[in-house]
């Protein structure tokens, strides 16, 4: 197979967008144990009685999350320095292996080690796959193939949705299910090494400058304005996505009395399916709009959290109003703004930093998003507990976006990459 990105071109087209479709399973992997766990709280704390608080269950996603981002510049340094292909196969391997062991767990001990490690196996992956399909795709179909790779994440999501199904099902159970999904990683994790290829360094868009060292490279990407902006636009609105994404099975239930069942469902396949399509069309539309403007998935990006804003509050003041239907109408309007968002963040990466820094730099975005991200979900177990009321919680993180707005458009793509 030619992967040089010579000649007409064809070959080297096609494979760039089975790249997407090769990654897509991995993606949809990697999330669908993070929404599993949230929608089956209510069976893994019965089972699992020393779990005992909701700030415990909260300390327990925030520390998934703190290590995954703590090694998020670690794999994205690793990718950028030794390849894309391994770090994401042997992340897969990872998470499929630890997955399996936490259907085993016994202990609360037991679960927060298990997700500990989870984080570790997972902060190699998204980097690296986000680098790799950037380094296929350049110019006119970036925003659409990372749009279409998101799917797989939102896919992951609503799958998950239904574990409260599964974990409510006599048959069955939590643990099953995280048998099965490991099973399932192991399998796919062989064609995936077969099939999988790094795209060849001397074909890069740029040439290769600069040290690679990691303090050099880290210097560099500090030193970037546009990046360190780009970090912060990337982190406030992560401190909603999490809560949404961990708690919402948990608020929904609780508020509007349904069962597990339900509320997992709902708390996820209504707004995910709505991110769906809005990362294939905001996709669509960032790609348009750069043949007029560089700065077109950045006004993408920015009118997708214009969205999120008023999603949030909607969110917040449904359990206080008691009405399912304006929770749900937000959760929709909230997936429609993520799409637009969640698509365009590694192509705007792409316009401010040269390519053999990508993995690295949407590693160091995971780290400051993600820790924060933990924060907001154990922040949110205890405040919880304290009996603070959820639109009050939820106005906070729609101001934090209000800011989001504002720094995203201060960004200035770069002429010397693309």
Known sequence: MNLDGTGNGIRFARYAWLVVALLFPV??????????????????????TDIGREANWGYMLGQFKWVYAFLSPLGGYLADRFGRRWTICGSLMAWSVITWVTGRVTSFEGLLWARTLMGVSEAFYIPAALALISDYHVGPTRSRAVGLHQ???????????????VADAPDWGWRSAFNLTGL????????????????????????????????????????????ILLVL???????????????????????????QGIAGV??????????????????????RWMRRSDRGRIHVSALGMMLIIPALFGVGNSTSLNSFSLAIASLVLFGIGWGFFDGNNMPILCQIVRPELRATGY???NLVSISCGGLADWGFGAMRDRGVP?????????????????????????????
Request: glycine share 8%; charged share 10%.
């Open 27 to 48: 993606a949809l992997l990697n999330y669908l144990d993070r929404q599993m766990i949230a929608s089956m709280k209510s069976s893994v704390m019965k089972d699992i």
């Open 151 to 165: 799917m797989g994440i939102y896919c992951g999501v609503i799958l998950g949705g239904f574990g409260g199904y």
């Open 184 to 227: 399932a990683g192991v399998l796919y994790a062989i064609p995936l090494a077969l099939l999988l290829r790094d795209r060849p360094a001397y074909v890069s868009e740029t040439p290769r400058s600069g040290s690679t060292s990691p303090v050099a490279v880290v210097s560099e990407l500090l030193s970037n304005v546009s990046f």
């Open 233 to 259: 636009y990337f982190t406030l609105p992560a401190l909603a996505g999490w809560v949404v994404r961990d708690w919402m099975p948990a608020i929904l239930q609780k508020s509007f009395n349904i069962s």
């Open 266 to 287: 709902s708390a996820t396949l209504y707004w995910q399916s709505a991110a769906m399509g809005a990362a294939v069309g905001g996709g669509w539309l960032a790609d």
């Open 363 to 365: 590693g160091l975005m």
């Open 390 to 418: 959820v639109n009050l919680i939820f106005s906070v993180f729609a101001s934090a976006c209000v800011v989001s707005v504002v720094l995203v458009l201060l960004i200035k793509p770069s002429k010397s990459v693309r």
